[in-house]
C-alpha cells in the first residue's frame, strides 16, 4: 500500500488520487500501471474473486502481448494453454492459419479461464499497490454542483448493501458493458456502431487439447440430416486443455436475426449437428450456458470528460473484426494509465486537463482507423449473402486468408512488416479515425 504522505494529490476529502471502477482486465491493468508509478489507486469491484464472466477464454498474440507488457509470465510452465494460430472452418473447407511472425507481437496466442485470468490480473495489481475493495458495487458518479466534474462514485458495500461515497481527483470506468458511470453523466452509447451478442458454454471433450483457436464461419443445423438449416452468426471452439472444451457462438447487430433469436437454442442447434465424438452434448455440459453482449468499435464516446475516462467495454473497445475484448481493454487501460500518470503529475488546472485529453487522441491513432473499417467489415458480413461468398471464394485461397488473419486479429507490424502488413497499414492510413 502507498503511504499518504505530504506528496499526495489527493484532497482533503479525497479517499485516494484515482479510483478505478471494475477490476476485469481493463481495471485491473489500469490500476497496475498507476500504483507501480506511485499513485494511491483504489480498485472497486461489484463481485468477489474467484468469478466468472462470460468469453472465449481466448487470448490472440495481441492480447498476450499486454500480458507480457504488464510483466505477466505467459509460459506454458505458468498455467497458461498455448495455441499456434486459427483454425477456420466453413464452405466445405478447413484452413490452418498460424498466427504470423512479427516483430511486434508474440507468435503465440493463450487460453486461459476467465475465473482464473481476472484473479489473476487483480492479484497483480494489488501487489504493484492498489487497494482493492471486493464487493463493492458503485452505481454512479459523484460531480461537482458547480463545474459538473466527476470527483468520485457512489456504491453500496457488503451483503447489506450499504451506501458509501469514494472520492478522488479522476475516476477510471471500468465498468464493462453496462457502463454504468457513463450513463450517469449522461454518455450514450452510439446505436450507429456495431454490438454483438454472444453465448457460450463448457463441455467436457476430447478436443480440449488443441494447437489452434477454432473459428466456424458457417452454423448449420443438421438436426433434420434432409434439409441442413444455415443458422446465423460464426461459432467458436476453443480447447481449455483442462479436460474441457469453451464452445460458443456470436451474432452482430448488422445481422437481421440481431435481437429476434434465441441465442441458447441456436447453439443447441448447432452443437447437436456436431459430431458425437466431439462430446458436445447436454450430458457432458459444464456448467450453465451464459451470454453477454459485446460494445464494439468505439461505441461510447467522449472516452475522456470531466475527470471520467472511460476503458475497455465501456467504452466500447471490443474489435468489430473478430469479436476480441481482452487485449484491446488492456490495451486501452495502459494508454489511460499513461496519460492519467502525466496528468496527476501537472497541477490542476489547464495543463492537467491538457494531458488528459491525450487519452481520447491515443486512442484514436491505436485504434481508430482500424475501428472504422471493422465497423464497416461489420456490415458487409452481416449480410448473410455477402458472407457466404466471402466463405465460399476466400477459404480455399490461403495467400488471401492469411492477409485476412492479419486483418482480422490486428496482427500486423506498421513500420518492418511484409508487404501484407503494408497493405493493412496504409488501409487503416487512409480510412477516416472512428
Sequence with gaps: MNDFSSTTRRGLDDDAEVIVVGAGPAGSTAATYLARAGLDVLLLEKSTFPREKVCGDGLTPRGVK??????????????????????????????ELDWPDLATFPPYGVVRPRQD??????????????????????????????????????????????????????????????????????????????????????????????????????????????????????????????????????????????????????????LDGTPEEWGFREHNAVGKVGGAALPMGFNRTPHYRDGLLLVGDAGGMVNPFNGEGIGYAMESARLAAECVIQALARPEGPAREKALAGYPIALKQSLGHYYRLGNVFSKLIGNPVVMRTATKYGLPRTTLMKLVLKLLAGLY??????????????????????
Design 66 to 95: 499486454q500480458l507480457i507488457d504488464l510483466g505477466v509470465d505467459t509460459r506454458e510452465e505458468a498455467g497458461w494453454l498455448h495455441n499456434r494460430g486459427l483454425r477456420v472452418v466453413g464452405g466445405g473447407v478447413t484452413l
Design 117 to 270: 485470468f481476472d484473479e489473476l490480473l487483480a492479484r497483480t495489481a494489488q501487489r504493484a499497490g492498489a487497494r482493492l475493495l471486493e464487493q463493492t458495487t458503485v452505481t454512479g458518479a459523484i460531480t461537482d454542483e458547480r463545474s459538473g466534474r466527476v470527483i468520485g462514485v457512489a456504491a453500496k458495500v457488503g451483503p447489506d448493501k450499504k451506501p458509501v461515497t469514494y472520492k478522488a481527483p479522476l475516476v477510471l470506468a471500468c465498468d464493462g458493458v453496462s457502463a454504468r458511470l457513463a450513463l450517469s453523466v449522461g454518455l450514450e452509447k452510439n446505436d450507429k456502431r456495431p454490438m454483438g451478442v454472444a453465448v457460450r458454454r463448457y463441455y467436457a471433450s476430447p478436443r480440449t487439447k488443441d494447437d489452434y483457436l477454432e473459428s466456424h464461419l458457417e452454423l448449420w443445423d443438421r438436426s433434420n440430416p434432409d434439409e441442413p438449416a444455415l443458422l446465423p452468426g460464426y461459432g467458436w471452439i476453443f480447447g481449455m486443455g483442462d479436460g474441457t472444451v469453451n464452445v460458443g457462438l456470436g451474432i452482430l447487430s448488422t445481422s437481421k436475426a440481431y435481437g429476434k433469436t434465441d441465442y441458447r437454442a441456436l447453439m443447441r442447434s448447432w
Design 413 to 434: 507490424d506498421p513500420r518492418d512488416g511484409d508487404y501484407m502488413d503494408k497493405m493493412i497499414t496504409v488501409a487503416t492510413r487512409f480510412a477516416p479515425s472512428a
